[in-house]
C-alpha cells in the first residue's frame, strides 16, 4: 500500500509575488505535488513516501531437534 505526507504552505508568508511561484516551484522540484490553494492563499501539497529497498530474504536451512 503506498503511504503519503502531506505540506502545508501559508502562501501570505511569503514576501513578493513573484516569490508564491518559486516557493512552489521549489516544492514541486523536491516531488511535491499541489493538491489546492484556499482562498486564503493556504497551499495544501502531497508527495508519496519512497520506502527504502527492502533485502532479499536468505533462505535458511530449516532447524531439527534431534
Do not use: C, F
Request: overall charge negative; charged content about 30%.
Amino acid at each position: 500500500m503506498s503511504e503519503w505526507e502531506y505540506l502545508k504552505l501559508d502562501l501570505n508568508d511569503v514576501p513578493r509575488r513573484g516569490d508564491d511561484i518559486s516557493l512552489l516551484n521549489r516544492a514541486g522540484s523536491e516531488g511535491w505535488e499541489l493538491v489546492s490553494v484556499t482562498e486564503h492563499g493556504v497551499a495544501y501539497l502531497t508527495r508519496q513516501i519512497s520506502k527504502p529497498a527492502t533485502r532479499a530474504r536468505r533462505a535458511t536451512a530449516p532447524t531439527t531437534d534431534d
